[in-house]
């Protein structure tokens, strides 16, 4: 059963713009943090932005910094990435996930989309 269901990625140029969405199926997780993390092909999984439940406060990692804005709109149970400035390395399978404490380790999430592609062209 799913529970996250991410949207909004596809293809686009490089210096472009996508925003991302993920919203919660089947139950809410409006008290937990939320956090979007990528995978390239060949590549590992990595953090990508975190945020608080209730928005506070968030988290990114260095090579998306002043490029990309998470959000959450707790009434819609959805997380948002706002990603500008994109670059062809940030192509990659983009998924969101929901952990109970707010922080940047993966293994801490445990519930988790099935992934929306992004591609950037250069």
């Known amino acids: 059963q799913v529970q996250l269901v991410e949207s909004g990625g596809g293809l686009v140029q490089a210096g472009g713009s996508l925003r991302l969405s993920c919203a919660a199926s089947?139950?809410?997780?409006?008290?937990?943090?939320k956090g979007w993390f990528r995978q390239a092909p060949g590549k590992e999984r990595e953090f990508v932005a975190a945020?608080?439940?209730?928005?506070?406060?968030?988290d990114y990692a260095d090579s998306v910094k002043g490029r990309f804005t998470i959000s959450r709109d707790n009434a819609k149970d959805t997380v948002y990435l706002q990603m500008n400035s994109l670059e062809p390395e940030d192509t990659a399978v983009y998924y969101c996930?929901?952990?109970?404490?707010?922080?940047?380790?993966?293994?801490?999430?445990?519930?988790w989309g099935q992934g929306t592609q992004v591609t950037v062209s250069s």
């Open positions: 089947g139950r809410t997780f409006t008290s937990y943090a």
């Open positions: 996930a929901a952990a109970p404490l707010f922080g940047t380790t993966m293994s801490i999430y445990r519930h």
């Open positions: 945020i608080t439940w209730r928005g506070a406060s968030t």
